[in-house]
Structures are given as C-alpha cells and as structure tokens.
C-alpha cells in the first residue's frame, strides 16, 4: 500500500478530515466491487443501493440500508453468494427477493440525476453538478444512519478532478490489479461485450466486427483505465489518497481492510473484523495464468509491458 494517509506532526498523527466520501476507483475487473462491498459491511458505512439507483430522486429509500445488517446471514449469501466469495454474480438470473434486497451497487443514476454524464458534459453548470450531488450524499448519510460514503462508480475515473473540487475533504483510494488478469476477466464478463467503451467510442462486438483484436482492446482498456485514474489523482492532496493492490487485499484482507477504513474515517468495529472472517478470498489472478492461451497472453502483454513494468508487475 503506498499512502498520504497520515503525515507527522510531532509524536501526533494527523488524519483526513473523516467528513468526506470514500470514492474507489480503478480499471473495471481490478477488485473493486469485492472492496466496496467489504467496507459496505462496516455499520458506520453509507452506500448507494439498488433501491437509491432505481429512485435516486427519493433519498429516504436509503433507509433501508438499515435493513441488510439485520440478517447478516442474509446479507453474507445475496452480496457474496453462497460460497461467499464472490463480489460480483453474472451468468445466472437472480430471485425477485435477491433482487429487492438492500445492496450497495455502482448507483450511475444517482450522478445522473445531478446532470452528470460520463463525460461530464450535461445541461447544468457543474457547480449545480456538485450542489446536487453533495445534496444527495448527505441524505443518503441522514437516511441510513452511517457517517462515512463508500462510492465506487468505474465512470469516476474520469471524474476525479471533479469530485475532488466538490469534496475537498474526499479521499480516492486506487485499487490496482495486474492487467493481464483484468484483459482476461472483461473478456469472460456478460456486460463488456456489448457495452460502450469510452475512449473508442463504441462496443468490443463493434470492435471485433471491424476487425480488431478483442485481446488487443480488452488490454489496451486497462492502460487507458490506469492513466485516466493516474492523471485524475494529479488533482487531489497526497495525504488523501491512497494506492492499494488487489493482490495485497487478497493475501491480507483484514489487515488490508482495517488500514483501508482507518483512511475512510471508520472506526475498527469488532463485529465488522468478524464478519470479515466469514468471507473467502480466493486470489483469482490464478485464472488467466492457467487459461489464457500463449498467443492471447503476448499480445496482452505487447500492449500492457510499459505499465507492467512501472508496476512492478513484469520483468
């Protein structure tokens, strides 16, 4: 881990103002929704739910975030699945109660309602961007009776600057994952296929149908993703921000976790390292060493090797 968290001051630790959000951001596939989730856990953390993505204009429905910590059993199975291990369940539909039940998601309409794009490109001023949006963080603290806002949104990787402009006591915390593991997992992912990449401007199908390397686009969207985040976090105070690695949190996740949430402003919470140790952490990145064919891997690692190096990661 490599932090501003703390700076000396004598024998005295001075900390981040604990007022502001938590905004994760990193490439997509990077272990960001099994972080966010792990500190969702923790009941003094606020979150976005699927019921404040579906009524982001109604912040009251956040009280029933209230809910998911009531029957953690519950809780345990519908945010990790039944094996709990796994952040994030695709390729199967989910039941109508898993569905309804209280879950901290990534929550774009919640910016959207606020006139933020993707792009940051909208109707409203973004200083009206940045009232509403404070606006509807601090309901959604009021309603579901937590201190601290965890936000992990992909699209805020390229809205860093902004959110450090209407947050100044935010901190970002980078989580970083080997791009070859990454390349290989967008590929196996439901959503990537179709979806709209931002720096082409269209979808991987769109890509591949005009003849491109789907290997060469799955890793070049790790770079992209790496120097988006890299240039945003020019903008922001060291002492508020923080550079985690996926493998660190696997390795030593409660360690990991409990430094991460001293850095958010949360308090160690007994019950919160508890059921931590109900979870499993299996390290995932072990997928493409056995399965990413040789000549996929070299082409991944082509277009990856500069920042694979900086990294650490390649020799």
Same mark, same amino acid.
């Given at each position: 881990?490599?932090?501003?968290?703390?700076?000396?001051?004598?024998?005295?630790?001075?900390?981040?103002?604990?007022?502001?959000?938590?905004?994760?951001?990193?490439?997509?596939?990077?272990?960001?929704?099994?972080?966010?989730?792990?500190?969702?856990?923790?009941?003094?953390?606020?979150?976005?739910?699927?019921?404040?993505?579906?009524?982001?204009?109604?912040?009251?429905?956040?009280?029933?975030?209230?809910?998911?910590?009531?029957?953690?059993?519950?809780?345990?199975?519908?945010?990790?699945?039944?094996?709990?291990?796994?952040?994030?369940?695709?390729?199967?539909?989910?039941?109508?109660?898993?569905?309804?039940?209280?879950?901290?998601?990534?929550?774009?309409?919640?910016?959207?309602?606020?006139?933020?794009?993707?792009?940051?490109?909208?109707?409203?001023?973004?200083?009206?961007?940045?009232?509403?949006?404070?606006?509807?963080?601090?309901?959604?603290?009021?309603?579901?009776?937590?201190?601290?806002?965890?936000?992990?949104?992909?699209?805020?990787?390229?809205?860093?600057?902004?959110?450090?402009?209407?947050?100044?006591?935010?901190?970002?915390?980078?989580?970083?994952?080997?791009?070859?593991?990454?390349?290989?997992?967008?590929?196996?992912?439901?959503?990537?296929?179709?979806?709209?990449?931002?720096?082409?401007?269209?979808?991987?199908?769109?890509?591949?149908?005009?003849?491109?390397?789907?290997?060469?686009?799955?890793?070049?969207?790790?770079?992209?993703?790496?120097?988006?985040?890299?240039?945003?976090?020019?903008?922001?105070?060291?002492?508020?921000?923080?550079?985690?690695?996926?493998?660190?949190?696997?390795?030593?996740?409660?360690?990991? #976790?409990?430094?991460? %949430?001293?850095?958010?402003?949360? &308090?160690?919470?007994? =019950?919160?390292?508890?059921? $931590? +140790?109900?979870? /499993?952490?299996?390290?995932?990145?072990?997928?493409?060493?056995?399965? #990413?064919?040789?000549? %996929?891997?070299?082409?991944?690692? &082509?277009?990856?090797? =500069?920042?694979?190096?900086? $990294? +650490?990661?390649? /020799?």
């Amino acid at each position: 881990m490599r932090s501003g968290q703390t700076v000396k001051e004598g024998e005295r630790l001075v900390r981040p103002d604990p007022s502001g959000p938590l905004f994760i951001v990193g490439a997509p596939r990077s272990g960001t929704s099994l972080l966010y989730k792990l500190l969702c856990l923790h009941p003094k953390a606020v979150w976005i739910s699927n019921w404040s993505r579906r009524l982001p204009g109604v912040p009251a429905v956040a009280g029933l975030n209230r809910v998911a910590p009531r029957f953690p059993a519950t809780r345990r199975s519908v945010w990790f699945g039944s094996d709990a291990a796994n952040a994030y369940v695709y390729g199967r539909r989910r039941a109508l109660w898993e569905r309804l039940y209280p879950m901290p998601v990534e929550g774009e309409p919640v910016y959207q309602h606020c006139g933020i794009g993707e792009s940051l490109a909208g109707g409203r001023s973004q200083d009206d961007q940045a009232a509403c949006l404070r606006r509807a963080c601090s309901g959604l603290r009021r309603w579901s009776g937590g201190d601290v806002l965890i936000s992990k949104r992909i699209a805020n990787n390229q809205r860093i600057p902004f959110l450090s402009a209407a947050f100044p006591t935010a901190r970002f915390l980078h989580l970083i994952r080997d791009g070859r593991a990454v390349a290989y997992s967008l590929t196996r992912v439901d959503w990537w296929e179709d979806g709209v990449v931002w720096w082409y401007g269209d979808t991987p199908r769109r890509w591949r149908d005009q003849g491109g390397d789907p290997w060469e686009l799955a890793a070049t969207h790790w770079v992209r993703e790496l120097a988006s985040v890299v240039e945003g976090l020019g903008a922001v105070a060291p002492e508020r921000q923080l550079e985690l690695r996926y493998e660190e949190l696997v390795d030593e996740p409660i360690a990991v #976790l409990r430094h991460v %949430a001293g850095f958010a402003g949360l &308090a160690d919470d007994p =019950e919160w390292v508890a059921e $931590l +140790g109900r979870l /499993r952490y299996p390290n995932r990145n072990e997928a493409w060493r056995e399965r #990413l064919a040789p000549a %996929a891997r070299e082409r991944v690692e &082509a277009v990856q090797r =500069e920042e694979l190096l900086r $990294l +650490g990661l390649a /020799r």
